[in-house]
């Protein structure tokens, strides 16, 4: 099944550029112009995966981001950008990026990069683990891993799909050390500064959804990865 890539770029001659040049890789694209139309043509048609640019007039991408993810939760994002600065970068991940291309813009780098989030997403978080189960009781939470909802009471969470596999790894290894290292290269498939800094975001995503029972923590063993813990 071919995927279907929703590119929202505002520069004329990138936008023609990269849509020509992935559906030569066989993807079908879509190019909205700017923010407002890609979010029309989000809700016109089904798509496995957005390319989006952060300096757009009207809407920049982090507001598209964000309406996406209100949208579909469990879309994929990629921006592309020239903005390189590290706040940016950790204000990227946190509208929900999957991943962060600099401008100008590797072609070749980029398919690399799609495949790579579709594969992963594709997989599921089931997938991720060496645990059959799929329900994780977490103190007082109640996490699904195949329906990526994360329950505490009558409230239901839904995660994104990197969310839920984050945190059923997390939650197979309950208690013990997971490597850094070794999930940067199980999620992101990559350990560089901008795999690093998407999982530091996607910690403290998770620490905040699950700060209403004080007795789970995620801890930051520096330099060696993290612990989900349950105390009494």
Not at 75 to 98: E, M, N, Q, W, Y
Not at 137 to 148: I, W
Not at 191 to 219: C, G, H, P, W
Request: hydrophobic share 45%.
């Amino acid at each position: 099944m071919t995927p279907k890539i929703l590119l929202v770029e505002d520069d004329e001659t990138l936008g023609f550029l990269l849509g020509e040049f992935l559906r030569s890789r066989d993807f079908e694209v879509t190019w909205a112009k700017d923010g407002v139309d890609g979010l029309r043509q989000f809700n016109a048609a089904p798509f496995d995966l957005c390319l989006l640019d952060v300096m757009m007039p009207a809407l920049d991408g982090f507001t598209v981001a964000e309406l996406l993810r209100q949208r579909k939760a469990d879309l994929p994002i990629i921006f592309l950008t020239a903005k390189s600065l590290h706040a940016d970068v950790v204000r990227g991940f946190k509208a929900g990026a999957d991943d962060y291309i600099k401008k100008p813009v590797d072609e070749e780098e980029l398919v690399v990069r799609i495949q790579a989030v579709l594969k992963r997403t594709a997989a599921g978080p089931t997938d991720f683990g060496t645990d059959a189960r799929t329900v994780f009781q977490l103190g007082d939470y109640v996490f699904d891993s195949n329906k990526l909802k994360l329950q505490l009471g009558n409230q239901v969470r839904q995660l994104t799909e990197m969310e839920a596999q984050l945190l059923k790894i997390l939650c197979e290894r309950m208690g013990q050390l997971v490597q850094r290292e070794w999930v940067l290269e199980k999620i992101w498939s990559r350990n560089d500064f901008l795999a690093r800094k998407s999982m530091d975001v996607f910690i403290s995503r998770l620490r905040k959804y699950l700060e209403d029972d004080q007795r789970l923590r995620i801890t930051n063993l520096h330099g060696s990865g993290f612990v989900l813990e349950l105390t009494d």
